[in-house]
Structures are given as C-alpha cells and as structure tokens.
C-alpha cells in the first residue's frame, strides 16, 4: 500500500480505539464568547488579519493552464488580478488601477499580453509594470515604475494557486507554511485533477459556524442521520494536530474489519474521509477517490461566503463516469445543506442571549486545535514564516 508512516499510525490509532472502545479527546472542554461570533469590531479585526495577512487559496492549477492566462477574484474583499506569465510564472497583483482606482480588469478570466483600465486606458503588462499612458504628458515626468500594480505573494503549490490578499517586504517561506501537510497535499497530485464542478453559496452565519460544521464528527449520527452517519464510524476520528492546520480522519463505515488484513495490505485511502483545515479558511477534504476544496469568507458578523471545488483524478469520458461523480456532487451539497440548515439556526438563536459562551466538547477536537491557532494569530502570534536573505 502506498500509505505515509503517517497514514500508518492513523490506522493503528483507530484500530486502538475500536478496541478499547475509545476516541480522539482534548484534555479539557473550551469555552467561546459569544460575543467572538458577534461583535462588529472583534469581526473586523478578524478579516484584517485572516484575509490580508495569510496566504489563501485562489484557485485550482487549471485555472491557469495557459501561458498568458489570467482570472479575477473578488471573494475576499480586494480585487485580485492573478495571471501566469508568458515565462510560466504565476503572479498576482491587486486589480486596482493606479491612476484612479478602477478596476484594471474586469473579465472573470481569459489569456493577455496586457490589461488596459476601462477608466482611462492606462495599461499594463502581465508583470504588472505600467506600460502605456494616454496623453502622457499631461502626468509630466513620473517614473511609470512607480505606478506598476502592487504586486502580491502568489504561489503554485500542490495543484493549487495561493495569493496572500497584502503586499509583503520579504518573501514569504510558503514550503515552511505548508510543511506540516504537504506530505499529504503532494500524495494527493491535485495537480493531475480535474475540476468537476465549483459553487459558491452565500451563507447567513458568521464564518465561525461555517467553518466549525467541518471541524469534529461528534454531529454525524445527529445532523446527519439519514446521510453521512451510515457511512462512517460514530463518533470516531483521529485528529493530528499540524499547527497552525489540523489533520482529521474519520474511518469509514466497516473499518474494524481491517484489525483483520495483513498491516501492508491495509489502504488508509481507501477507509478514511480526512478532513484537513488549511489556516485560517479553507479544507482540502479527501474522500476515498477524489477531493473537495472549501474556502470560507467572512463577509459580515452574520454572513458569510462558502465556495467549494469538486476535483475529480480523470477526465470525465462517458455517461457511466459522469453519473458516478454526479451523484457524488449530489450527496455533498446535500449533506452540505444539512450542516448549513444547523448553521443559519445557531445564527438566529445567536442573539438571544441564552448563550454566554458556546461549549466545545473534548470529543470536537478539530475545532479546539483551529480555535488556538486562530486566536494565535489575532494576537499577532503566529506570523507566516518569511525567506530571509542569508
Ligand atoms: S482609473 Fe484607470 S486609467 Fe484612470
Ligand atoms: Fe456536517
């Protein structure tokens, strides 16, 4: 089997806690303000630091397949313009235009040599430098290097496109950022996927909640009685904690027969749904053959955004194929609804006042380990490691 030592040690754990009729806990159960799900100015404090200051993640690679390619993104609060060079470099740029502020491009996608700005027609290239001017000599003499877009860290990593939302000094170390998981993330070849379906649902909950339906199976028999429980252990999961990420298995449905395989023949892949929480807003959730990418934005205290990749290992070729992934993207958004339907109910009892402070159980470990490094990084704690000259 190709399974990690990781993958391994997962295996024994569950097999441990099938025996002793065990599962994952904390040491303790944590309390969470309620105020942290409503106060507009804990709120804002949140997005200027989860949504500026950590690399997300934009996209998948096939959004940028061609060279010249480029797409626009707006989900998180600043206009984002990411393209690959003709050199086959991806580069992000705030889509701000550097005149008067408008919007540089707005196409949602396409290939370009150049990106003209609908205001006034200054224009750039791909590399952001600002190229041409109309009537340049009513600007006098400025260095047109001075007015190239602001160039943002972006990064191919995994299969996957990352920009942080600020400019950055130093050169940020996203390998020591993604060290953690990426024995996983590279296993995954998501570069190979093929992207199936993407969605975005706008959601009445603070992002917390959203985030936090992912983050324990402590639920899965309850909310999700007549879905997602008959498929997977109850109450089972291990979670690793890969700070500031979280890495959470949850043994499928039958699990235990494994006690009865020889240890090599025995496929971590093939018995888990490994939900892993990428800081500070996404999951790259793995099922047994292909991969779901979730980001959730924070938009208000009350709102919030969830937008979801389906990336699938195969081109779809056929009716057959296209039915099976189909009916898994079916099931998803189903067992998605049902987490969001708690979530939108937890949003109106919010300000009720019953609640002083939410309680996370020991069983709902993921959402204590993400809550620490969440909080971490509010009080300026957790700072993405940079590449410093040596
Ligand atoms: S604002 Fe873009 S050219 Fe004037
Ligand atoms: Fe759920």
């Known amino acids: 089997m190709n399974n990690s030592q990781e993958e391994d040690r997962i295996i024994e754990a569950v097999l441990a806690h099938c ?8 040491a303790q159960i944590m309390r969470i303000p309620v105020g942290e799900y409503t106060s ?20 998948h690679v096939s959004a940028l397949a061609e060279l010249g390619a480029f797409f626009t993104h707006d989900l998180f609060g600043v206009p984002l313009l990411v393209t690959r060079t003709r050199a086959g470099k991806v580069r992000a740029f705030l889509n701000v235009c550097r005149h008067r502020g408008a919007k540089v491009e707005t196409r949602q996608s396409g290939t370009a040599n150049t990106f003209s700005c609908p205001y006034h027609g200054w224009t750039y290239g791909a590399d952001g430098l600002l190229r041409g ?22 990064f191919e990593r995994f299969g996957l496109l990352w920009v942080k939302p600020s ?18 993330l590279q296993s995954l070849r998501l570069a190979d996927h093929v992207l199936f379906k993407a969605w975005t649902v706008p959601l009445n909950m603070n992002w917390h909640i959203a985030l936090e ?54 496929s971590y892949r093939a018995h ?8 500070p807003c996404h999951f790259v959730q793995v099922m047994t053959d292909h991969v779901y990418v979730h980001t959730i934005t924070p938009t208000a205290t009350d709102a919030c955004v969830f937008s979801c990749m389906m990336l699938i290992p195969e081109t779809v070729s056929g009716a057959k194929a296209e039915r099976h992934w189909q009916a898994n993207y079916e099931v998803v958004r189903r067992v998605f609804d049902e987490d969001f339907a708690i979530g939108a109910s937890i949003q109106a ?34 700072p993405v490691p940079t590449l410093r000259q040596t």
């Open 133 to 154: 001017l109309r009537h340049a000599p009513g600007f006098g003499d400025i260095d047109r290097e001075e007015f190239s877009l602001v160039e943002l860290p972006a």
């Open 213 to 266: 339906g992912f983050q324990e199976q402590y639920h899965f028999c309850s909310a999700h009685k007549h879905t997602a429980c008959a498929a997977y252990l109850d109450n089972q999961g291990i979670y690793l904690d890969q700070y500031p990420h979280v890495r959470h298995a949850v043994p499928v449905a039958g699990f235990e027969k494994l006690a009865d395989v020889p240890v090599r023949e025995r």
């Open 19 to 26: 025996r002793n009729g065990s599962t994952d806990q904390e």
């Open 40 to 59: 507009a100015r804990y709120f804002h404090r949140e997005v200027q630091t989860f949504m500026r200051e950590y690399p997300l993640i934009v996209g």
């Open 349 to 382: 009892g919010l300000a009720a006042g019953a609640n002083t402070h939410f309680t996370v159980g020991r069983y709902e470990v993921g959402l204590q380990m993400s809550r620490r490094a969440l909080n971490d990084a509010l009080a300026g704690r957790l």
């Open 272 to 279: 888990f749904m490994t939900q892993n929480y990428l800081f």
């Open 167 to 184: 400019p950055s000094d130093e050169p940020l170390d996203i390998d020591g950022w993604l060290a953690p998981m990426s024995e996983q």
